[in-house]
């Protein structure tokens, strides 16, 4: 292949590549690269209130949000809705004298963002950089947005137990699962083991009970850690059975489903088989915080670590609410009420900002 470049003029240049001539105008090329550059600095886009995460933190300081007119948009993240969308029966958010469901709390939620005009949308932050003025959020890989405030209503992702066994068969979709209100009806009238002594434990343990023939309920201590209301539950269902000092050895299969579990007591070595379709982890949840860590201060965990008595982090201009930082209350009205604290000061700053910049 033979190309030759000959500029005619200022205006136009020809390039040859073997016999094929082409005239570019070089007026045309610079217009292309304005073009190139405007187009590169639209898809920067430039917002006042970025909430990242869609459970009642994130909605809640949509809400307040927008009513403060700083036109928030709302990344709802993988799981839109959080994880009330994986509890069944919320009885303890007050309004609700009969009780709600998670996925409906969650969707009235959206509705009332929405209604002052929230921008919910679709999409996974996997990216940030709040070295600047300017905090840089990315998503997707690639949507770069430039936010004057950010909230981050992250919440936290449910843990495993980390056995070989275990993560072999959540993988392969064969009776692992971390999430009995979304799988249970999978197990009717079979027998399944649930590990946890939490709050979460037993209200699946007491969800899958209903479902199934027999729950296995395997707690490490000689206690729950549940509140008594919720571990009462538990106790005082018939087809639940409680195996105390137990810890998982293995989740036993056929290569491809759970065919059992096999469990150790922690005290007398004594193992046991127990033979179950199904194995349910509800042993606590992990903050959704990881992309944060290169500029705020988390604690071991990994949970964002706030000024006590407010949102702020240790970054300003980034807030937090939810679960991503609270790891003492872990409740839909404790994230809604940091949801609206972190809307109001996200809203001081802003306005403290803009009077500098006025002055
Ligand atoms: P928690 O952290 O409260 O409980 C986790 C449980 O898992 C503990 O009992 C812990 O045991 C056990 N555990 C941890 N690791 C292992 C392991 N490797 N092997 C065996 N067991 C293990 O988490 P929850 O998700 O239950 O609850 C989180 C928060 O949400 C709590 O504040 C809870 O009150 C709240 N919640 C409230 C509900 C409601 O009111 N309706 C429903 C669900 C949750 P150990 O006790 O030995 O540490």
């Known amino acids: 292949m033979l190309g030759f470049l000959y500029i005619i003029n200022p205006y136009s240049l020809i390039i040859t590549v073997d016999n094929l001539k082409v005239r570019i105008y070089t007026k045309n090329l610079l217009l292309l690269c304005i073009n190139k550059n405007i187009i590169m600095s639209e898809t920067i886009e430039k917002v006042k209130c970025l909430i990242i995460g869609s459970?009642?933190?994130?909605?809640?300081?949509?809400?307040?949000?927008?009513?403060?007119?700083?036109?928030?948009?709302?990344?709802?993240?993988?799981?839109?809705?959080?994880?009330?969308?994986?509890?069944?029966?919320?009885?303890?958010?007050?309004?609700?004298?009969?009780?709600?469901?998670?996925?409906?709390?969650?969707?009235?939620?959206?509705?009332?963002?929405?209604?002052?005009?929230?921008?919910?949308?679709?999409?996974?932050?996997?990216?940030?950089?709040?070295?600047?003025?300017?905090?840089?959020?990315?998503?997707?890989?690639?949507?770069?947005?430039?936010?004057?405030?950010?909230?981050?209503?992250?919440?936290?992702?449910?843990?495993?137990?980390?056995?070989?066994?275990?993560?072999?068969y959540l993988k392969l979709g064969g009776g692992v699962s971390a999430c009995a209100v979304c799988d249970g009806f999978f197990y009717r009238n079979q027998e399944v083991v649930i590990v946890g002594a939490g709050d979460s434990a037993c209200e699946e343990a007491h969800y899958l009970s209903k479902l199934c023939t027999k729950v296995t309920m395997l707690v490490r201590r000689d206690e729950f850690r549940a509140s008594k209301i919720m571990a009462a539950r538990v106790k005082n269902t018939e087809n639940i059975e409680i195996m105390y000092n137990t810890n998982t050895d293995e989740v036993l299969g056929d290569g491809q489903v759970v065919t059992g579990v096999r469990a150790k007591n922690n005290v007398t070595?004594?193992?046991?088989?127990?033979?179950?379709?199904?194995?349910?982890?509800?042993?606590?949840?992990?903050?959704?915080?990881?992309?944060?860590?290169?500029?705020?201060?988390?604690?071991?965990?990994?949970?964002?670590?706030?000024?006590?008595?407010?949102?702020?982090?240790?970054?300003?201009?980034?807030?937090?609410?939810?679960?991503?930082?609270?790891?003492?209350?872990?409740?839909?009205?404790?994230?809604?009420?940091?949801?609206?604290?972190?809307?109001l000061d996200a809203e001081r700053y802003l306005a403290a900002k803009e009077s500098t910049v006025e002055a």
């Open 269 to 343: 070595g004594e193992v046991t088989e127990i033979p179950a379709t199904g194995f349910f982890v509800a042993i606590g949840h992990k903050p959704n915080t990881d992309i944060f860590k290169t500029y705020l201060d988390l604690d071991e965990t990994g949970y964002i670590i706030n000024e006590p008595g407010t949102s702020k982090t240790n970054v300003e201009g980034v807030f937090v609410s939810g679960d991503a930082a609270d790891h003492v209350y872990r409740q839909a009205v404790t994230a809604a009420g940091t949801g609206c604290m972190a809307a």
């Open 55 to 168: 459970g009642p933190a994130g909605y809640t300081a949509a809400i307040y949000a927008a009513r403060a007119n700083m036109s928030p948009v709302l990344y709802q993240g993988t799981q839109p809705g959080g994880q009330l969308t994986t509890t069944n029966e919320v009885e303890n958010f007050p309004g609700y004298p009969d009780g709600v469901t998670g996925p409906e709390m969650m969707i009235q939620l959206q509705a009332q963002a929405q209604r002052f005009e929230t921008d919910v949308r679709d999409g996974w932050v996997t990216k940030v950089d709040f070295s600047g003025d300017v905090h840089k959020v990315w998503v997707n890989e690639t949507k770069e947005i430039h936010c004057d405030s950010v909230i981050i209503s992250t919440g936290a992702a449910a843990k495993y137990l980390g056995l070989e066994s275990e993560q072999k």
